[in-house]
T-cell receptor, first 116, second 109 residues
Framework: DAGVIQSPRHEVTEMGQEVTLRCKPI?????LFWYRQTMMRGLELLIY????????DSGMPEDRFSAKMPNASFSTLKIQPSEPRDSAVYFC??????????????FGEGSRLTVL | RKEVEQDPGPFNVPEGATVAFNCTYS??????FFWYRQDCRKEPKLLMS???SGNEDGRFTAQLNRASQYISLLIRDSKLSDSATYLC??????????FGAGTTVTVRA
């Protein structure tokens, strides 16, 4: 079975440029999460969706960040304009519905972003 | 105060040794607990859930102490392939997981 698929795997861009990260969750999973991981701050939840609806975006650092989930099989995380401090690995994760599986996240391989 | 705190390590152990480490959590209302494993430059993967009575999965034993708000992971008969960062994870509500920064374990031949 295909896991969570993220693209691009690596992105190097210059400050001020727009960055779009993409995610395809596992088919049938109702929840989708965007995390950011840095050495300093570890894994931070940015936003999550349930049935394509954003539920909690309190982790989104500022207005430069936005996320969408137009359908059950696709989500984007956009940074505009990007800044060097946005450099991190961005993970997308999905999980099936059901409280009993609330801890069982399936992560994509991540998008490693470097903003120069 | 961080929601989940872990000793970053590294714990350097020889093959075959036993290694154990803890994490503490701050929210007494936390609902459930997990250990994830993350290999270098890879994504986190669920290792095991942590049950109130403690549980084993092969060479791995997880325990929970709600009174003291800590979780432990013990690895017996360490293998080279156990080298990784182990993330302590706490479920705060139906949707939100809080991840610790991780404990790095290096098993040497």
């Amino acid at each position: 079975d295909a896991g969570v698929i993220q693209s691009p795997r690596h992105e190097v861009t210059e400050m001020g440029q727009e960055v779009t990260l993409r995610c395809k969750p596992i088919s049938g999973h109702d929840y989708l999460f965007w995390y950011r991981q840095t050495m300093m701050r570890g894994l931070e939840l940015l936003i999550y969706f349930n049935n394509n609806v954003p539920i909690d975006d309190s982790g989104m650092p500022e207005d430069r960040f936005s996320a969408k989930m137009p359908n059950a099989s696709f989500s984007t995380l956009k940074i505009q304009p990007s800044e060097p401090r946005d450099s991190a690995v961005y993970f997308c994760a999905s999980r099936p519905s059901g409280r009993s599986r609330a801890g069982e996240l399936f992560f994509g391989e991540g998008s490693r972003l470097t903003v120069l | 105060r961080k929601e989940v705190e872990q000793d970053p390590g590294p714990f350097n152990v020889p093959e075959g040794a036993t290694v154990a480490f803890n994490c503490t959590y701050s929210n007494s209302a936390s609902q459930s607990f997990f250990w994830y494993r993350q290999d270098c430059r890879k994504e986190p993967k669920l290792l095991m859930s942590v049950y109130s009575s403690g549980n084993e999965d092969g060479r791995f034993t997880a325990q929970l102490n709600r009174a003291s708000q800590y979780i432990s992971l013990l690895i017996r008969d360490s293998k080279l392939s156990d080298s990784a960062t182990y993330l302590c994870v706490v479920r705060l509500n139906d949707y939100k997981l809080s991840f610790g920064a991780g404990t790095t374990v290096t098993v040497r031949a």
